[in-house]
Antibody, heavy 119, light 110 residues
Framework: QVQLVESGGGEVQPGRSLRLSCAASGFTFRSHAMHWVRQAPGKGLQWVSFISWDGNTIYYADSVRGRFTISRDNSKNTVYLQMNGLRAEDTAVYYC????????????WGPGTLVTVSS | QSALTQPASVSGSPGQSITISCTGTSSDVGSYNYVSWYQQHPGKVPKLMIYEVSNRPSGVPDHFSGSKSGNTASLIISGLQAEDEADYYCSSFTSSNTWVFGGGTKLTVL
């Protein structure tokens, strides 16, 4: 069965960095694009970033462009989100999600990892 | 990247039908059939309910359906059941090569 497990979250001071990882299993990882989506406490979903199956196509939300970097290692079945210059408004649960091929939506989600940016 | 517009809340009695609207612009909902809907129970992970406007993934009950007209997409839940009570989010691909979500709608089954 498809499994996605995020890790790397935690509490960090404003301006610092954090790298999230998402380990995938149960499907052919190299065949699927991946997304990061976040949800601030008590708030709605916000799309963060997308990476194609081969890593050649990458998109970011305006709110994170220039600060966050998405990448993937198909040999390790893992997608990453490097987050630099963190701000209080980046506090959220970060989900990785599998792209449902050709449908531009997210069909499987991980349980999420909480990132708290606070001084 | 403004969020799509959804009603904050809707409610209905068991067995009734409800519709949740999702209004975007000609740069997102109006231009692409890449509208999807997600159900999220409290403390749980979002679940894909509808993709490409009106397609149901396997395992999603057939009393969930979707449609689109112009810049507005809709999620229709017919024959409401107690377990349908949850938050619902729409999402669309955009002309900026990004995705946008709606603000979410809390469905209460009376």
């Amino acid at each position: 069965q498809v499994q996605l497990v995020e890790s790397g979250g935690g509490e960090v001071q404003p301006g610092r960095s954090l790298r999230l990882s998402c380990a995938a299993s149960g499907f052919t990882f190299r065949s699927h694009a991946m997304h990061w989506v976040r949800q601030a406490p008590g708030k709605g979903l916000q799309w963060v970033s997308f990476i194609s199956w081969d890593g050649n196509t990458i998109y970011y939300a305006d709110s994170v462009r220039g600060r966050f970097t998405i990448s993937r290692d198909n040999s390790k079945n893992t997608v990453y989100l490097q987050m630099n210059g963190l701000r209080a408004e980046d506090t959220a649960v970060y989900y990785c999600a599998r792209d449902k091929s050709t449908s531009y939506c997210r069909d499987y989600w991980g349980p999420g990892t909480l990132v708290t940016v606070s001084s | 990247q403004s969020a799509l517009t959804q009603p904050a809340s809707v409610s209905g009695s068991p067995g009734q039908s409800i519709t949740i609207s999702c209004t975007g612009t000609s740069s997102d909902v109006g231009s692409y059939n890449y509208v999807s809907w997600y159900q999220q129970h409290p403390g749980k992970v979002p679940k894909l309910m509808i993709y490409e406007v009106s397609n149901r993934p396997s395992g999603v009950p057939d009393h969930f359906s979707g449609s689109k007209s112009g810049n507005t997409a809709s999620l229709i839940i017919s024959g409401l059941q107690a377990e349908d009570e949850a938050d619902y989010y729409c999402s669309s691909f955009t002309s900026s090569n990004t995705w946008v979500f709606g603000g979410g709608t809390k469905l209460t089954v009376l």
